[in-house]
């Protein structure tokens, strides 16, 4: 049975007449007969009476008809719905990111993305920078946005934004009501840090800076996020120093205060496997673009 012989027979049911199906399947009627013969040999009954008044259905025929209808109404969805992922219109991305990123830059690019394609679906994944790496290398993820300047061999990037590091300290440190606040300041003090095996880059960088500074902080917490990392300074039990898009958290009892002098910048980077751009993910990419810092 193949899906000629179903519109033949559809269009024969309608027309009931030899004729006039052939002439609107643009054919003659030979070929149509025997696409109707092959097709009942397929099924196993007649599908039609033959019979000097014209051509009729039989009850077999009468009940293959919505089933028939059915199957050419199903392949026509999977070959539009198989033409529109080709190109790009509808689909399924998976898409990592660091939670950071719900603060600076991934909702103006989920909005931007959706308005343009709304047939495109995105899986969400909150994942730490480390867990995003291995699953695009192993491709359980189409995207995603890290934070960590050591993108492996064999993945694209583009920089999607760059902030600074502010002290995080509770409402009622001494601390919290000044314009700026120099790293030793901390110093001496329980400190909460993001955790080295989740980000070794900033957790690194930020010991690297307690030491230019001249003190090592006493870390007393390592956590796996950000927002974890305020929400337990807001609970007094520390202080800390976290990327200043943190500040539209929201979270009650904690401040957030410049720091003085240079500190290493907080970048985002949307990463994703070089070679492997399907057309629903360039779509994605030209809205990670539009959004991304200029080249420098």
Not at 190 to 199: D, G, L, N, Y
Request: charged share 15%; hydrophobic share 45%.
């Amino acid at each position: 049975m193949e899906f000629r012989h179903l519109r033949c027979f559809l269009v024969l049911a309608e027309e009931l007449h030899f004729g006039r199906a052939a002439q609107r399947l643009a054919m003659t009627q030979p070929p149509l007969s025997l696409n109707i013969q092959q097709l009942e040999a397929s099924v196993g009954a007649p599908l039609f009476v033959r019979n000097s008044r014209g051509v009729a259905l039989t009850p077999a025929g009468q009940a293959f008809v919505p089933r028939a209808r059915a199957l050419l109404d199903a392949a026509g969805a999977a070959a539009r719905e198989a033409r529109e992922v080709a190109q790009g219109v509808s689909g399924q991305l998976r898409v990592g990111f660091a939670g950071t990123v719900l603060y600076r830059g991934l909702p103006q690019i989920l909005r931007a993305f959706g308005q343009r394609h709304p047939r495109l679906t995105l899986v969400l994944r909150e994942m730490s920078s480390s867990d995003q790496l291995i699953d695009l290398q192993h491709g359980r993820l189409d995207a995603g946005f890290v934070h960590t300047t050591r993108v492996p061999p064999g993945c694209s990037q583009v920089l999607v934004s760059r902030q600074a590091f502010v002290a995080c300290v509770p409402q009622a440190h001494p601390l919290a009501h000044k314009r700026r606040v120099a790293p030793p300041a901390l110093a001496g003090q329980p400190f909460v840090a993001i955790s080295r095996a989740v980000s070794p880059d900033y957790h690194d960088r930020l010991l690297a800076l307690c030491a230019d500074h001249g003190f090592e902080p006493e870390v007393r917490f390592e956590l796996r996020h950000w927002l974890s990392v305020v929400s337990l300074v807001a609970q007094g039990l520390g202080v800390s120093m976290v990327p200043a898009a943190l500040q539209q958290a929201g979270l009650p009892g904690a401040a957030f205060v410049p720091l003085q002098g240079d500190t290493p910048p907080y970048e985002t980077r949307c990463l994703w496997r070089s070679g492997a751009e399907s057309a629903a993910l360039a779509a994605f990419l030209d809205a990670v673009r539009g959004f991304a810092l200029p080249t420098e």
